[in-house]
T-cell receptor
Framework: AQSVAQPEDQVNVAEGNPLTVKCTYS??????LFWYVQYPNRGLQFLLK??????LVKGSYGFEAEFNKSQTSFHLKKPSALVSDSALYFC????????????FGQGTELSVKP | KAGVTQTPRYLIKTRGQQVTLSCSPI?????VSWYQQTPGQGLQFLFE???????NKGNFPGRFSGRQFSNSRSEMNVSTLELGDSALYLC??????????????FGEGSRLTVL
């Protein structure tokens, strides 16, 4: 069965410091991995995805993620956090032929303090 | 290009009633998926429609149903509402070129409160 784990419910970072939001996954077949962000009372916004190729994926708003097949991880990173990055972040996985069905992690609340 | 549009944004119902939520996907997108978001269960997949056919289904009771029209617009219906159905219902569309690589684009959601 497919699953996604985000081990941290909350991550606190000072503005200007690097941030990491962790994600590990379990899937049969090829993993297609995604990161989304959700602001209060809003829908999910797509940040980036890993399909194949380079293990370091760059996305929107300066975010990037590193795919590690041996550790089945897909951690989200940003070199310098902004207060406006404070939001709820979701990691998701899709396996082969699952179309619009994504399996989401429980989410990680990122808080960036000035 | 307009994004995914969901209506209504907020609604309040009482137990036993039914509700219909609507979703208009991004123009050209043929796949529409529905998700339920609650604080306790997180984001859970309800179902996906593609070319008017249900292609995937999550683990929800039969009270939850959906359909897709020829213009790709989709509706979901929940009958005999229960308190536990209170949630944010999110619709997402994707281009779906058959390669599993497309990201989903989400609407703002319909927040349902069941009293």
């Amino acid at each position: 069965a497919q699953s996604v784990a985000q081990p941290e419910d909350q991550v606190n970072v000072a503005e200007g410091n690097p941030l990491t939001v962790k994600c590990t996954y379990s899937v049969s077949g090829n993993p297609y991995l995604f990161w989304y962000v959700q602001y209060p009372n809003r829908g999910l916004q797509f940040l980036l995805k890993y399909i194949t190729g380079d293990n370091l994926v760059k996305g929107s708003y300066g975010f990037e993620a590193e795919f590690n097949k041996s550790q089945t991880s897909f951690h989200l990173k940003k070199p310098s956090a902004l207060v406006s990055d404070s939001a709820l972040y979701f990691c998701a996985v899709r396996s082969d032929n699952q179309g619009g069905k994504l399996i989401f992690g429980q989410g990680t609340e990122l808080s960036v303090k000035p | 290009k307009a994004g995914v549009t969901q209506t209504p944004r907020y609604l309040i119902k009482t137990r036993g009633q039914q509700v219909t939520l609507s979703c208009s996907p991004i123009s050209g997108h043929r796949s529409v998926s529905w998700y339920q978001q609650t604080p306790g269960q997180g984001l859970q997949f309800l179902f996906e429609y593609f070319s008017e056919t249900q292609r995937n289904k999550g683990n929800f009771p039969g009270r939850f149903s959906g359909r897709q029209f020829s213009n790709s617009r989709s509706e979901m219906n929940v009958s005999t509402l229960e308190l536990g159905d209170s949630a944010l219902y999110l619709c997402a569309s994707s281009l779906d070129l058959g390669q599993n690589t497309g990201e989903l684009f989400f609407g703002e959601g319909s927040r349902l409160t069941v009293l």
